[in-house]
């Protein structure tokens, strides 16, 4: 017996000996698994490195994002309109992307994988718009290069030492090659069939001639707003005041010798391009205009979706609020027709602050108290929340009549600025009450400033990917929050969720007067109307819209395309779900990989779906 255990025992460990033993497996599986993720982990500090230095190429190229992003090495320069600029920032595109393929999609983390779709799509919009690169108008009533300039004088430069100082008055020298080149610019454009209808020159001749207005332009007195704002930031340096005189006087020169003549120079081809503008609207007028539209839905809504189809979702989702808004008109006990409603709270005083500073000043309180009441409900509803404080301020003088109703401008990547949700009170008439609240969440939060903020202190990500701009995600977030608003308890005033109601309206009336203007070749005027006779906004906040959906073809679809998809995926998300969907869980979702095409969204929404139910 002992013979037979002990020949069993020879033969057990004669085959051991052929065979690695199990820890001899396990050693070696566990070294191989360790060799493949020391692999992947390489493979992921390689791509890293590469999304590091594609921005920083691309930055180099753009010192004003460079400067909004915290680099202020070049700060006085001012960016290069040059064909030839542009050219060389195309090719970098594409030298990009070409050397993204490199690298194995499939050996990628899912997080990786995530950042290679989201540069590689950017990438190849930005080389598919390229096409395009003479369509659109570098300078309009919304935005453009004769404000925008000055505005990021005084938004994002800096002066906190001497040499800030120097580089600002060197921009201001530098203005007059920058301006004139707009101008040769603008009249290339218009030769070639890409001109701003006659409305647009008004705002921006006006516009243009504000930032020359004010000593030491003229002897009004008043300080011009540049030389103002020179003047504030240079008198917080340590310097001695001999010093601090010494760079005002520099700035002044540089502002009479250099700003001056360049503006000059612009507002008089502006003068020139007015008097051969027409008053065609619609990029329908372009040559390959059609295309060129095509692409901008499909830039902004981040869909496929052809003008024929938004404009009947538009159509759709103004009947709709039509109807919901009807029910508010019982609530209140209003008696009449929809239109009779609108009449009366566009007009009734009670819906409007007296349009003084005071009154101005009382839109802003009244602001910064429903954002106090949000804050507080905001911890039931989400658990990531941004580090940036943001402020809520007036849009400053000089500006305000072009600038837009309201809008966010997102905080500095090194926490030097904060977020700042602007309100243009030029006149407090185009600002009712009954829509602040909706405005505030839109703007504020949890709608622009959570999301842009967010993104932007998103830890382990590529800086490209925190600064990617998908305005359907973006702009339908701020849609979709709206009406958050209501779900956590918020609008307890009738005519404030009337007010909800007549901002979500808005949005959808977009889809209809876009794709009008754009594709079915509806005049300004046409869409002026069809505003008038569905919304309760006045004339002046109509007009001032339709002018902007003119000049910005495509981007105002974004809006409700957005929120209607981050809605039903929502809804969705609870049908599946039942008892076990978490609001906090699914605005993480959303939210926790910054701005993403819908069609992604969409993707890692339906994965936390599938992975909760699996667990269950």
């Not at 009449?343 to 009382?362: C, I, S, Y």
């Not at 901002?503 to 009336?509: H, I, K, Q, V």
Request: hydrophobic fraction near 40%; proline fraction near 4%; charged fraction near 30%.
């Amino acid at each position: 017996m002992l013979k037979q255990t002990t020949s069993a025992i020879a033969l057990l460990l004669a085959l051991a000996a052929c065979e690695p033993s199990n820890t001899a497996k396990e050693n070696e599986q566990k070294s191989a698994a360790q060799e493949e993720q020391v692999t992947a982990e390489q493979q992921s500090e390689k791509l890293a490195a590469f999304f590091e230095t594609a921005m920083n190429e691309r930055l180099a190229l753009n010192p004003l994002q460079a400067e909004r992003l915290g680099d202020r090495s070049r700060n006085d320069e001012w960016p290069d309109m040059s064909d030839e600029a542009e050219d060389k920032e195309l090719q970098l595109y594409k030298d990009q992307l070409a050397t993204l393929k490199t690298f194995d999609f499939d050996t990628l983390s899912p997080k990786d994988q995530l950042s290679y779709r989201i540069f590689e799509l950017t990438a190849q919009r930005y080389i598919d718009n390229d096409k395009w690169r003479d369509y659109g108008y570098p300078v309009n009533q919304m935005f453009g290069w004769h404000a925008g300039a000055a505005t990021h004088l005084m938004n994002v430069h800096r002066i906190d030492t001497v040499k800030d100082a120097e580089a600002y008055i060197t921009r201001l020298q530098k203005m007059d090659g920058m301006m004139k080149e707009l101008a040769a610019e603008l009249q290339e454009r218009a030769d070639a069939g890409i001109q701003a209808p006659k409305f647009v020159y008004p705002y921006v001749i006006d516009s243009s001639r504000n930032i020359i207005s004010g000593v030491p332009f003229d002897e009004s007195g008043e300080d011009n707003v540049l030389f103002a704002d020179f003047k504030k930031k240079v008198g917080k340096l340590e310097i001695t005041d001999e010093e601090k005189a010494a760079l005002t006087e520099r700035a002044k020169e540089a502002l009479t010798t250099g700003t001056k003549p360049g503006y000059e120079a612009l507002i008089a081809k502006l003068g020139e391009l007015q008097e051969t503008a027409t008053t065609d609207d619609g990029a329908w007028k372009f040559p390959k205009g059609d295309e060129f539209y095509a692409q901008s839905l499909k830039n902004n809504t981040t869909t496929d979706m052809t003008a024929e189809e938004i404009h009947q979702v538009g159509l759709d989702n103004v009947a709709r609020i039509h109807e919901e808004m009807k029910a508010i008109m019982e609530q209140v006990g209003f008696e009449g027709t929809l239109q009779d409603f609108f009449e009366f709270t566009r007009t009734d005083d009670r819906f409007f602050l007296p349009n003084t500073e005071e009154g101005k000043a009382e839109y802003i309180k009244l602001a910064n108290e429903y954002l106090d009441a949000m804050n507080a409900k905001v911890p039931e509803f989400f658990d990531l929340l941004p580090k940036a404080p943001m402020e809520v301020r007036a849009v400053e003088k000089f500006r305000e009549e072009s600038a837009g109703k309201a809008f966010y401008q997102r905080p500095a990547l090194d926490g030097s600025r904060p977020g700042i949700f602007y309100a243009n009170l030029r006149d407090t008439r185009f600002m009712p009450t009954y829509q602040l609240e909706a405005l505030v969440y839109h703007e504020g939060i949890p709608g622009h400033h959570f999301q842009i903020a967010l993104t932007q202190e998103l830890e382990g990500v590529p800086l490209f990917q925190r600064t990617a701009r998908f305005t359907a995600f973006s702009e339908g977030w701020g849609l979709y929050t709206e009406e958050l608003g209501k779900d956590m308890g918020f609008y307890q005033d009738p005519y404030s969720d009337f007010g909800r109601l007549a901002m979500e309206l808005w949005r959808a009336c977009r889809l209809v007067v876009d794709t009008g203007l754009h594709a079915k070749k509806w005049t300004r005027e046409e869409a002026i109307q069809y505003l008038k006779d569905n919304t309760p906004n006045p004339e002046g906040d109509i007009v001032a819209a339709i002018e902007r959906y003119v000049v910005m073809p495509g981007q105002a679809t974004a809006y409700m395309v957005g929120k209607l998809k981050i809605k039903e995926l929502r809804e969705m998300a609870r049908a599946e779900l039942g008892d076990k969907f978490d609001w906090k869980a699914f605005h993480r979702v959303v939210l926790q990989n910054g701005a993403v095409p819908l069609s992604i969204l969409e993707e890692n929404v339906n994965a936390w779906v599938a992975d909760l139910k699996k667990a269950s």
